[in-house]
């Protein structure tokens, strides 16, 4: 079984900071990584992935995300964000069994 | 590439009638397909796992009797709420994946907003 952590529920920012958006996971086996945004009344769009492989992965819109192993994390990250980032950010984990577990969601906030 | 579409987008019943939500992959023969309820200012929960032309397997805790999953095509899945009551208003979500290199990544429709009066 697997298990996601995303440790802040919300995380207002100004424009054009940067911002991390934190993603702690627990498995008992290998793992793929996701991170997912949601805007609202909307699916998710897949930001990026981590499937194996170089551990800084780029995705859309600028962001990227940093696979630890030793500290079990998939922080996301974008140096500068803009007012159209505002969103709701998941972080998910994929084990053997092709489900998707899902944290929480992170709730970006970027203020003019 | 790689669009999934459901529909309604949104909708709104009686309580005790029955509602069916489509969700098609558009371009891809989807081997597997999910289905998710998103509570307001939640995440999603897995609720069913489905094959085509095989019985959905349904996760803990969820009723199969009431939410009906059909998986007739590659392209096609069906989720039927049966006698819907007001606690079942929520977003629901499919997804669609299929056999590849790249992790089986699972591609999201936009979603169905169920309001039960």
């Known amino acids: 079984a697997q298990s996601v952590t995303q440790l802040d529920s919300q995380v207002p920012v100004f424009e054009e900071a940067p911002v991390e958006l934190r993603c702690n996971y627990s498995?008992?086996?290998?793992?793929?990584l996701f991170w997912y945004v949601q805007y609202p009344n909307q699916g998710l769009q897949l930001l990026l992935k981590?499937?194996?492989?170089?551990?800084l992965v780029k995705g859309i819109n600028g962001f990227e995300a940093e696979f630890n192993k030793s500290q079990t994390s998939f922080h996301l990250r974008k140096p500068s964000v803009h007012i159209s980032d505002t969103a709701e950010y998941f972080c998910a984990v994929r084990g053997g069994n092709y489900k998707l577990t899902f944290g929480k969601g992170t709730l970006l906030t970027v203020n003019p | 590439g790689a669009v999934v579409s459901q529909h309604p987008s949104w909708v709104i019943c009686k309580s005790g009638t029955s509602v069916k939500i489509e969700c098609r992959s558009l371009d891809f023969q989807a081997t597997t397909m999910f289905w998710y309820r998103q509570f307001p200012k939640q995440s999603l929960m897995l609720m069913a796992t489905?094959?085509?032309?095989?019985?959905?397997?349904?996760e803990q805790g969820v009723e199969k009797d009431k939410f009906l999953i059909n998986h007739a095509s590659l392209t096609l899945s069906t989720l039927t709420v049966t006698s819907a009551h007001p606690e079942d208003s929520s977003f629901y979500i499919c997804?669609?994946?299929?056999?590849?290199?790249?992790?089986?990544?699972?591609?999201f429709g936009p979603g169905t907003r169920l309001t039960v009066l």
């Open positions: 498995s008992s086996v290998s793992v793929y």
């Open positions: 489905s094959n085509e032309g095989s019985k959905a397997t349904y």
């Open positions: 997804s669609a994946s299929f056999e590849d290199l790249g992790g089986n990544e699972q591609f």
């Open positions: 981590y499937l194996s492989g170089s551990t």
